[in-house]
């Protein structure tokens, strides 16, 4: 039997035996979560045609959706999001001077907040760092990789001007590069 139809039989089997009529309270505030087995306002009537006649339903299916907040209600701690992730994470990584991770890190926040000016800082300041370290141990290829990432963030970036600098200086004293 097809994957729809199947999904279809399973909405409609919950619609009838646990939905509450569509003139129902209005739709809970998924922050607040609500504990197991209870739903802070009735659940939103599943349609098949809501999950865009897709074979798997969206997760903002009105079924799937009262399930997460359910479960989620029930745990003891939140799961905590990407963002608060990668945030508890830079400074033990930045005391460790893992320099690779923090690039992760800090293109990450950066893409989730395009004008943050700090964490474009700090992704500069992890390029230039980890070049030093490539460059210390000879590589050269991953040393000029990652000045040039700091210095295309930021042209004006100081230290990186002048490693970049002494560096060519160093393997291209002749510019033929």
């Known amino acids: 039997m097809a994957m729809v139809p199947l999904l279809q039989r399973l909405g409609s089997l919950f619609n009838r035996k646990h939905a509450a009529p569509p003139q129902a309270a209005p739709a809970a505030d998924a922050s607040t979560g609500s504990a197991a087995g209870q739903v802070e306002s009735a ?18 299916d ?23 992730q990668l945030l508890a994470e830079q400074h033990p990584a930045w005391a460790a001077y893992d320099f690779e991770r923090c690039i992760v890190i ?12 700090d ?8 390029y230039f760092n980890r070049g030093k370290q490539y460059e210390a141990d000879g590589d050269e290829r991953r040393a000029t990789q990652l000045y040039y990432s700091a210095l295309s963030l930021d042209p004006g970036f100081t230290p990186a001007q002048e490693a970049a600098e002494q560096f060519l200086a160093r393997v291209d004293p002749d510019g033929s590069a």
Do not use: C, M
């Not at 800090?106 to 000016?117: I, V």
């Not at 964490?119 to 992890?126: D, F, G, M």
């Open 106 to 117: 800090f293109s990450r926040l950066l893409e989730l907040h395009p004008g943050d000016a």
């Open 43 to 60: 659940p939103t009537t599943y349609s098949p045609a809501s999950s865009g006649g897709s074979s798997v339903p969206a997760l903002n």
């Open 62 to 84: 009105p079924i799937v959706s009262q399930t997460n907040q359910e479960l989620a209600g029930a745990q003891a701690q939140p799961v905590p999001s990407e963002e608060e």
């Open 119 to 126: 964490y474009k800082e700090k992704l500069v300041a992890s």
